[in-house]
């Protein structure tokens, strides 16, 4: 598919630059402690020997002192049962796993299934990933505070596991290490976290990609663990003279969910910083793919323009899931039945008390979207119907779509929508949906000028459906205007989210941001709604 200028990032640079973090990381870097770091004595046969040993003992933990270990594509370290690996230095003086330099290649450290209640803790993985073999293990695994150079298809992957609890950690992918493929799957995919028919797990208080200018920035808003991980971050790049791009949001997807089921992915920044025009195998920020109960709050997304390879959440055949309490900065959340997944039904999915904010313009976006293609704010449709059972291509865009028979139960209710001055604002898209399916309420509204200022219900965020707009009704700015339906409900949707997760506030991450080449400050997504 031929894409257009695809994707705008927060921070705008060449990616051949070095960056240059200011001082308020505050590292020594001593010649005693970068000695520990130049020998290549340590390989993967050392690191296999100590956990070896560690095993033959019956010890639990092999305690990693300051150095590197220098690990190859062909000799993956084995996990073995009963062993965890930690790094015993702090973040100024972290554990360092280096693998091969080569694009094509990666080290792995890999955990049988017989291993349980492990933990990888402190350790900074240059191009070394994680690979989780097949388990069900009832124990709770763990991997934390770690930095991910690169890492392959993915720096974490887990295949028909569960209990995995992964944790304040950062992910980081250069343009080199970018994903290729336009369309990527999970055994092509460059992306941090791969789970495939996992169960039962956490993703939670990570960062999944950055730009490095502005690390001193995002420190004050994460928690302290990943703070660590930044030190350790600075200490590679100031103490080891590692000449790091300044963007490091080349990331086909931060998440990437296969057939899963039960998983939260909570309080992540998940941020593709990209420079103008480059086109590769980008994803979405969190791509579901046939999965139940998928629980997605107070996370921040920038850079993941709304878009056939973007968006913050792509939902493709899913049931009982939530989106709660997001900043979603140029993002939206796509909801589709189409038949890669295993399944083709979309139920019960809840939209509720997130912001959207609006920066980019359509140029930015695949050329698809100047025939109507279906993105906005919050986004339903099914691709399959809207092919005629998939026999041609491409899909109907026009209002003679046919009706899903395979999406019912959408709430979405409670939610802000804001845009940059010039700018129209998203809708939400109902796409093919049945309108009996439809549970959008009045609480959803704008809080920077509506689409249309001045009308009767100008602060309401309307619907659109099946590609409906009002006949020679246009913005301010030339936009179509969506048919007025009369859908919005005045029932009480707050039922359908779990009471857990209906009060949580939007974390602060979003203050450590600046857009368009740091020339326009993040929103208060506590701003008022615009009054009718």
Known sequence: MKLKNLIVGLF????????????????????????????????????QGLIDKAA?????????????????????VILKPGISLHAIGSGQNPTLFKGPQEVNE??????????????????????????????????????????FLNGGRGSIISYSGENLFIDGNVFLRDFEHRGIELIP????????????????????????GMDLRHVNDVYPYVPQQVQAV????????????????????????????????DITIKENIINGTLPESVNYGQDHAISIVGSNETYVYQNFFGGWQIGDFGG?????????????????????????AAVHADFMQISNMVVANNFFYKFLDDSFRAEEQLNGWLYEGVTFFDFYTARLNYTIRPPIWNSSVPISPWGWHIIVSNNKFGAVDGMDPNVISLGN????DALVDKSNCYVT???????????????????TYEPGVFTRYGGKVPKQFDVHTDKNLMSNVPAQLRNLPIPNFWKAFTLGKNTVPMMDPYTPCVSS
């Open 449 to 467: 000028d509506p689409l249309l200022p001045g009308s009767s219900k100008g602060g309401l965020v309307p619907v659109l459906w099946r590609q």
């Open 12 to 47: 705008i640079s060449t990616i051949t630059s070095t960056s240059t973090l200011a001082a308020a990381i505050d590292i020594e870097c001593s010649e005693k402690a970068v000695a520990a770091y130049t020998s290549t004595e340590n390989t993967a046969s050392t690191l």
């Open 185 to 208: 799957k999970n055994e092509t995919t460059n992306a941090g976290v791969v789970f495939q028919t996992q169960k039962s797990s956490v993703i939670s208080n990570n960062i999944f």
């Open 106 to 147: 990666t080290a792995t450290i890999r955990v049988p299934a017989k291993n349980k209640a492990w933990s990888i803790k402190g350790i900074v993985f240059d191009n070394v990933n994680i690979e989780i073999e097949s388990h069900a293990n009832g124990d709770e695994s763990s991997i934390l505070g770690n930095l």
């Open 56 to 76: 033959l003992l019956g010890e639990s933990v092999v305690n990693l002192s300051p150095g590197q270990y220098i690990l190859s594509a062909n000799e993956p």
């Open 312 to 336: 913050a959440t792509r939902f493709t055949s899913a049931v009982d899931s939530y989106v709660v309490s997001n900043y979603m900065a140029d993002s939206g959340v796509m909801i589709y």
């Open 433 to 436: 949906l049945a309108l009996e």
């Open 230 to 261: 930044l030190t350790s971050l600075q200490f590679v790049q100031q103490c080891l003279k590692r000449n790091l791009d300044d963007e490091q949001g080349y990331l086909a997807s931060g998440v990437q969910l296969y057939f899963s089921k």
